[in-house]
C-alpha cells in the first residue's frame, strides 16, 4: 500500500517571502501521478500542481513549484511569494493507475504580515 | 468546467435516523465518483470508489452496510448514512473523475454531518 508523509504539521512564513512544505511517499510503483491540494477554510479541495512520475522536469505553476525527486521518493511544493491567501492546509497526495488518491496528514500554512 | 457540487452542504439529524448526501457532476460525466471522511484537523480518507451503474467499491474498515452507495447515473452519486450515530458525525466530500477529463479528480464542497 501507498504513504504519504507530511513532517511538517505547521509552517509559517510572511507575505511576500519563500516557503516550502515536504512531503515523502512511499510505493513500489513505477507509474503514478502526485499532487499537492490546498484546503482553505472553505473545506474546498482546490489542485495546486500535479506532477507525473514519469517526467523528469519539475512541474509549475506561477508561483508554485515543486522538487521531485523520484529515487528519494520526495515531492515538496515551494511557493514563492507568499500571499495572504495562501494561507490554508495543503495536502500532498499519491495517485496510483486505478486513479485512488491516497493524501498525507497535511501541514497548515500560516502568512504573517 | 469541471464543476462538482453537493447537496446539503450541511445537515443535524438525530441519532438512528438516515441521511443522505447527493454529489453531482454539472458539467461532464463521471463514471467514477469517490467518497471521501475528514474529521476535524485530519486528512481525507477514502471511504469507497464508484463506477455507474456498479456497485461501490468500499476501503477495509468501511462498513457497506452502513454507508450505503448508489452510482446510478453519469452525474449522479448518493451516500445514505444509515442509522447514523454521533460518531458518524465528520465532513464528508465526493470526487468524479470521467469523459474527457480523463482520470484527473474534480471535488465537491464537501457536506458537513453532525448527528445529535
Known amino acids: 500500500a501507498q504513504t504519504v508523509t507530511q513532517s511538517q504539521p505547521e509552517m509559517s512564513v510572511q507575505e511576500a517571502e519563500t516557503v516550502t512544505l515536504s512531503c515523502t511517499y512511499d510505493t513500489s510503483e513505477s507509474d503514478y501521478y502526485l499532487f499537492w491540494y490546498k484546503q482553505p477554510p472553505s473545506r474546498q479541495m482546490i489542485l495546486v500542481i500535479r506532477q507525473e512520475a514519469y517526467k523528469q522536469q519539475n512541474a509549475t505553476e506561477n508561483r508554485f513549484s515543486v522538487n521531485f525527486q523520484k529515487a528519494a521518493k520526495s515531492f515538496s511544493l515551494k511557493i514563492s511569494d507568499s500571499q495572504l491567501g495562501d494561507a490554508a492546509m495543503y495536502f500532498c497526495?499519491?495517485?496510483?493507475?486505478?486513479?485512488?488518491?491516497?493524501f498525507g496528514t497535511g501541514t497548515r500554512l500560516q502568512v504573517t504580515l | 468546467g469541471a464543476v462538482v457540487s453537493q447537496h446539503p452542504s450541511w445537515v443535524i439529524c438525530k441519532s438512528g435516523t438516515s441521511v443522505k448526501i447527493e454529489c453531482r457532476s454539472l458539467d461532464f460525466q463521471a463514471t467514477t465518483m469517490f467518497w471521501y471522511r475528514q474529521f476535524p484537523k485530519q486528512s481525507l480518507m477514502l471511504m469507497a470508489t464508484s463506477n455507474e451503474g456498479s456497485k461501490a467499491t468500499y476501503e477495509q474498515g468501511v462498513e457497506k452496510d452502513k454507508f450505503l452507495i448508489n452510482h446510478a447515473s453519469l452525474t449522479l452519486s448518493t451516500l445514505t448514512v444509515t442509522s447514523a450515530h454521533p460518531e458518524d458525525s465528520s465532513f464528508y466530500i465526493c470526487?468524479?473523475?470521467?469523459?474527457?477529463?480523463?482520470?484527473?479528480?474534480?471535488f465537491g464542497p464537501g457536506t458537513r454531518l453532525t448527528v445529535l
Open positions: 497526495a499519491y495517485r496510483n493507475t486505478a486513479s485512488k488518491l491516497t
Open positions: 470526487s468524479a473523475t470521467g469523459g474527457a477529463r480523463g482520470n484527473e479528480q474534480f
